[in-house]
Structures are given as C-alpha cells and as structure tokens.
C-alpha cells in the first residue's frame, strides 16, 4: 500500500543509455560534418530511439496498469511539460534573435538589403501558405480530439487523432518537397543558414509530436485514456499547439515579411 501519494521510482537504466547515446549522436554529426564515416551518430541515434521506447513503455506501464500517477503524480507531469514548452520557447527565440538581428539591419557583407543580392527566397503564398493551412487544421483536429475525450467519446477521439497524424504527416512530405525546390542551400550565408536551421527544427518538432499523437492513438485504441485521467493526450496536445503558433511566427517573419 502507498503511504503518500507520491511515485518513488525505481532503478532504471534508461537516463544512462540516453546519455550515452546523444554524446555518440553529437560526436558522430560532428565527424560526419568532418568527412567521417556516419556510423557513430546512426549507432547513437540507435540507441537514444531504443531508449525512448522502453522508458515510454515504462513511463506508460506504471500510469496504466500499476496506477502510480496520483492526482499529485499527475501535477508534477503537467509541471515538468509546461516548464519542457518554455525552454522550447526559449529555444526557438534565438532562431529569431538571429534572424532579425540580420534582416533589421542587413550589413554591407549582405549588400545592406535582405533577403541578401542573388538570394531567392521562396513564394510565401504557394507551399508556405498551404503548410499554414495544413497545421492550423491539426490545430483544429487534435482540440477535437481533446474535447472527445473529455466527453467518452471514444470513436471521435480516434478518428479526430488519426487525421491531426495524417495532417502532421502531409505537412513534413511537404516541408521535404518545399526544400528541394528552394534556390538557395544552408551554405548561401546567415539568409540560408537562418532559414533552414529555423525551419527545420520545426520540422523535427512535428515529426516528434506526430510520432508523440501516434502513440497517444494507439493508447487510446487500447482504452488506457478514460474522461479524468489522459495526460498523456493532454502533453501531445500542448505540444502540438506549441508547434502550431511557432510556425505561425516562422512564416509571418521568415517567409512572408522576410521575401
């Protein structure tokens, strides 16, 4: 029996082995960039996915089938994710720090307009505004999502969850499109390293939450969520909506006043 309501967890193995492999994953992206055999990061890129599915498997045993995560257990989560989105934030906002500090104020190195002379910077109502579009339906979709499951509406949370996967999964086929039709590479100066640094780890946050809202799916096809307790779902959902307003900003800045 519990005597507080608390989770005390146990040994585990798993924060060792992430360690272990985002330092093979950063000593090998820098090798590779070197002229290095790729082997390294792919090993502890290996390895730091292994590792999140059998911490996550942990992490969901003990909130489903051992009913660890208390009332307390659950504000401590939502805690941890608020405190997870602001360093995001805080992340993001050197991306932007970066960028206006150039576009502001372009130097003579940059011809003293922006975007740069000889840089072409991609059409904001073609690609761009579709991919607004697209997230802003996701948007819609997962709130859906949330708003079914409070209800117990199982069949509305399932399919409003499937199609924020398939619009999350559209919007990186069409990020991928988007760079290989650009003019311009990451190497064409602070214009191209700007763009696609900003723009592409926000395509690397929406492969994480699309990967985040399938497991939310699959759990929820297992009926681990009930009206009072899913968390889990709430998590992905702050995390989607985070994703959304960042790439808001990303195309009011980069893509529509920054061409």
């Not at 000593?27 to 911490?55: K, S, Y």
């Not at 859906?144 to 117990?152: F, I």
Request: charged fraction near 10%; include cysteine.
């Amino acid at each position: 029996m519990m005597r507080n309501p608390f989770h005390l967890v146990e040994f585990s193995p798993w924060p060792l082995t992430a360690s272990v492999g985002a330092f093979f994953l950063t000593c090998g992206i820098a090798g590779w960039l070197h002229g290095l055999t790729p082997f390294v990061a792919i090993l502890g890129l290996g390895v730091i996915l292994i590792t999140m599915v059998q911490w996550w498997r942990d992490v969901i045993r003990e909130s489903t089938y051992q009913g660890f995560h208390t009332s307390k257990v659950a504000s401590g989560l939502r805690w941890g994710m608020i405190l997870f989105i602001v360093s995001e934030v805080c992340f993001f906002f050197a991306f932007f720090w970066a960028y206006f500090h150039s576009s502001l104020a372009p130097s003579v190195e940059l011809g003293s307009c922006w975007p740069p002379a000889g840089v072409v910077p991609l059409n904001p109502f073609e690609v761009p505004l579709l991919n607004t579009g697209v997230l802003l339906g996701s948007g819609v979709t997962v709130t859906w999502a949330h708003h079914s499951l409070m209800e117990g509406k199982r069949l509305g949370s399932l399919q409003s969850l499937a199609m924020t996967v398939i619009l999350g999964l559209y919007f990186t086929f069409l990020q991928a499109e988007e760079y290989l039709e650009t003019f311009f590479t990451i190497a064409d100066g602070v214009y191209g390293s700007s763009f696609f640094v900003a723009t592409g780890f926000h395509g690397l946050h929406v492969l994480i939450g699309s990967s985040f809202l399938i497991v939310c799916f699959m759990r929820a096809y297992r009926w681990h969520f009930s009206k009072n307790h899913h968390f889990g779902f709430e998590a992905a959902a702050w995390y989607w909506h985070f994703v959304d307003v960042v790439w808001l900003f990303l195309y009011l800045s980069i893509y529509w006043w920054g061409s």
